[in-house]
């Protein structure tokens, strides 16, 4: 039941026991049976097969078609495990989601989308927060590195850092390295240094403290060099002294008879033959010299530079370890182990904490954005003077994976709404009707097609197609006409400032003969029918008005008319018409309108954007 989340519903509710057959490896476990454990997955069902048939028990096979999950990067199955996650407990967030919706101060634009966000909040499931990747917010947990008590938003005071030296030619031959090893980092141990180096910088490193034999000594000056800190040596920093067992290699053990000694190696009370030390003596010498630099260098981030047994033999005493176990805690070469400290630990005494090293989920970072982005927590005058904010405009592929999540996470850190209407646009697709796919080649790059068209035309395609419909077919032509409105419009423009004779009127005409009336009649007509759609969050349909109207009212009818006609009363509709749809079409083709507006003679004027709407 622990590798198909169906099933482990389905045995979460009936409390049945958790069976991982599958490890993080990919291979199978005890618990998936002595013919399987060990086995890759592939392999382990083939091995299923063989022995249904050689004990008679399958009746037959057929090929049929179920889900698979495939990894989007790698094409590779994904098999279901439990592990150990964070969770939030979402029954009160979805409630305050709910009620914000139900109150009517958040809207849905369409209002049909409206009954998706609440079906999912009704029976919305806790909400797995942590994730094992690479990027995001560190999930604000500590664990006590005595006795691995959770601290839940835990306050560090300072860092210090715990670094094996780099790669050198004895770590690749296999030889074991002690005190008399004089071996210096070969040139990957040299990068691996460098790389760890990297891996600190986020941190305003005071001081590195390093063991004084040379792959150590090696390992710190570089670190201290890229990071531009002073570097110390500590002798209580190096690693066990092996005896007899110094530079040989497991052939070369076996070859001199020491096996017996060798197998020994971990044992905690066993002194090493020919001048050696136990890990005992090891343990209290490093964990000594720790205790002597943080009484010596409080508040400080350090980083300190050592050996493999030394620092197993330190992490054994730090967490509490029983003897013999700690030789199954691996610590590879320039690895790096970061310890925080932190106020005392009430049940072991230490006060070193490991920081959890997941990250919260994308939306839950996301969640945050509405007020976050102003400086929250703090109490700044953005976050006074913008949020809440006034509209949201967003896919419906994501209501309740980020627009539920918003609302509720508003509510509950600041006690108010994050916006008051959602709009919820139109799903591009292609011409066939698919989702677009970068990976599959389908998907456009808007950067092209405003290359090609402009930035106002691709704009106008796309309003010109949103009307209400869950979907949107891409079509290039829609593009295509906005260009070629853009140009009809920057003609209309040129035509009146000759007509004119660049005397606009910007206030609306009285007294016009009665074809200028009803022109005007109409224009106002337009005007309040363009408010209300665009109040209503109807833009393609505030577009197609104004498109029609300028287009075929204006242009074809009433431009037309004016060139027959060069009353006072006809330049004076044509300069307010003109005024007052450059200021309609500006938030649907801001860059024609503006540019338009630039080059009309109007005193005192500001710029289009700013102007007051037209009344």
Not at 529 to 556: K, R
Request: include cysteine.
């Amino acid at each position: 039941p622990s590798h198909d989340l169906l099933d482990a519903e389905i045995a979460e509710r009936h409390k049945l026991p958790r069976h991982t057959v599958i490890n993080s490896l990919g291979k199978m476990t005890a618990e998936a049976g002595a013919i399987c454990e060990g086995l890759k997955v592939n392999d382990c069902r083939e091995k299923v097969i063989q022995e249904l048939k050689k004990q008679g028990f399958l009746e037959k096979e057929e090929p049929y078609t179920h889900n698979v999950a495939i990894c989007y990067r790698c094409a590779t199955t994904i098999e279901p495990i439990p592990s150990l996650q964070w969770f939030l407990k979402m029954e009160e967030p979805a409630k305050l989601a709910i009620k914000a919706v139900k109150s009517g101060k958040v809207k849905f634009h369409p209002e049909r989308w409206q009954k998706v966000y609440l079906d999912r909040l009704e029976h919305e499931k806790d909400w797995t927060i942590s994730r094992q990747i690479w990027w995001g917010h560190r999930i604000p947990v500590g664990y006590c590195v005595g006795c691995g008590e959770v601290r839940v938003r835990p306050v560090v005071k300072n860092n210090w850092f715990f670094v094996r030296h780099g790669e050198t030619d004895w770590n690749v031959e296999g030889r074991i390295q002690g005190q008399s090893a004089t071996t210096p980092l070969n040139e990957k141990g040299r990068r691996q240094a460098k790389n760890a180096a990297e891996e600190l910088r986020p941190y305003p490193i005071d001081l590195v403290i390093s063991s004084d034999l040379a792959r150590a000594k090696e390992t710190a000056e570089i670190i201290a060099g890229e990071l531009k800190t002073e570097v110390a040596f500590d002798k209580a920093l190096r690693e066990r002294e092996y005896g007899i067992l110094e530079g040989l290699t497991r052939e070369d053990i076996a070859e001199k008879g020491l096996r017996d000694i060798h197998v020994r190696l971990h044992d905690h009370d066993f002194v090493l033959p020919g001048g050696g030390e136990s890990l005992k003596e090891v343990e209290e010498r490093v964990y000594g010299a720790l205790q002597h630099h943080k009484k010596l260098h409080k508040h400080k981030n350090v980083v300190i530079v050592s050996h493999g047994a030394a620092l197993r033999g330190l992490l054994r005493k730090l967490r509490n370890i029983l003897p013999g176990n700690v030789a199954d805690t691996a610590i590879h070469n320039a690895q790096i182990l970061h310890f925080a400290v932190s106020t005392v630990c009430k049940k072991c005494g230490s006060d070193f904490i490991e920081l959890d090293n997941d990250v919260l989920d994308t939306w839950f970072s996301s969640a945050l954005w509405p007020f976050a982005v102003f400086g929250w927590p703090e109490e700044t005058d953005d976050l006074k003077d913008f949020y809440p904010t006034n509209v949201l405009s967003t896919a419906r592929d994501i209501i309740s994976i980020w627009v539920a999540k918003m609302v509720f996470s508003g509510k509950f850190f600041t006690g108010k709404e994050p916006f008051s209407d959602i709009i919820i646009h139109a799903t591009i697709l292609t011409k066939e009707g698919k989702r677009m796919s970068k990976s599959l080649g389908t998907g456009l790059d808007p950067m092209i097609l405003i290359e090609k068209y402009g930035a106002d035309a691709l704009r106008f395609g796309l309003i010109w197609q949103a009307m209400g419909t869950q979907d949107i077919h891409w079509s290039e032509e829609h593009v295509i006409a906005g260009k070629k409105f853009a140009n009809k419009l920057w003609n209309i423009s040129r035509f009146i400032m000759l007509k004119t004779k660049g005397e606009l009127v910007l206030a609306a005409p009285e007294n016009i003969d009665d074809i200028g009336r009803t022109f005007l009649e109409k224009l106002e007509k337009v005007r309040s029918s363009v408010e209300d759609d665009i109040a209503h969050y109807q833009f393609g349909q505030a577009l197609h008005t104004l498109y029609d109207f300028t287009w075929h009212d204006f242009a074809d009818k009433y431009v037309e008319y004016s060139k027959k006609n060069d009353s006072d009363d006809v330049q004076q509709v044509l300069s307010y018409t003109l005024i007052t749809l450059l200021k309609l079409l500006h938030p649907f083709m801001p860059f024609i309108s503006e540019e338009i507006w630039s080059h009309l003679p109007i005193k005192g004027k500001k710029l289009l954007i700013i102007e007051d709407w037209p009344v």
